[in-house]
């Protein structure tokens, strides 16, 4: 895969530390990781959650299909996502993904999500509020559990869907948006909870 990534940066996460700092440590915490699976993210999880998956929902080929497919590719890209035991999830990380989603594939994404979350599940998402992003999803390692490192892939940029905060509810629902976060680097948090 080479180069791309030299652009790396760390920032705080407001809505990460609300959604660390409110886990009630007497239940068992169980992670869903839309993202790839990244080691300093991997330690991190393992110091504070009983179930961890790392589903690494959008792949690179994974990007140019669900753009230019006659026939939506995104039914079988959720199979990874499909139940591996009967504990449903209760932190879903979603990252920036629901920008490189099209047409309905977020509002889908999102029952998909609901259909393996606990009542009361947590979702964080992350919209870019710029009007260009990089072409593929930015790798997120935690460097504390409101820290986050950005890495960037740095090949060509395209352009941010800068979605109003009243669609990207519209996307999550089932989950209701309980915070969103503008930050200066502009990015756009989310919090949403299944009820």
Partial sequence: MGGGREGSVTHDSPALAEIFDGLDHDRPIRILDLGPALQPNLEFYSAIASKVRIAHLLRNDDLEELRNAESDPFVSILNRLSPTDDQPFNLILVWDLLNYLVREQPKILAHHLAAIAERGARIHAMI???????????????????????????????????????????????????RSVLLRHGVREFIGVLD
Avoid at 140 to 161: C, I, K, N, V, W
Avoid at 163 to 178: G, H, K, M, N
Wanted: glycine share 2%; no cysteine.
């Fill in 128 to 178: 870019f509020t710029t009007q260009t992003m990089s072409s593929r999803p930015t790798r997120y390692e935690f460097t504390a559990p409101g820290r986050l490192l950005y890495r960037p892939d740095t090949r060509p940029q395209s352009t941010a869907p800068d979605p109003p905060a009243a669609q990207v509810e519209r996307w999550l629902d089932p989950f209701r948006i309980t």
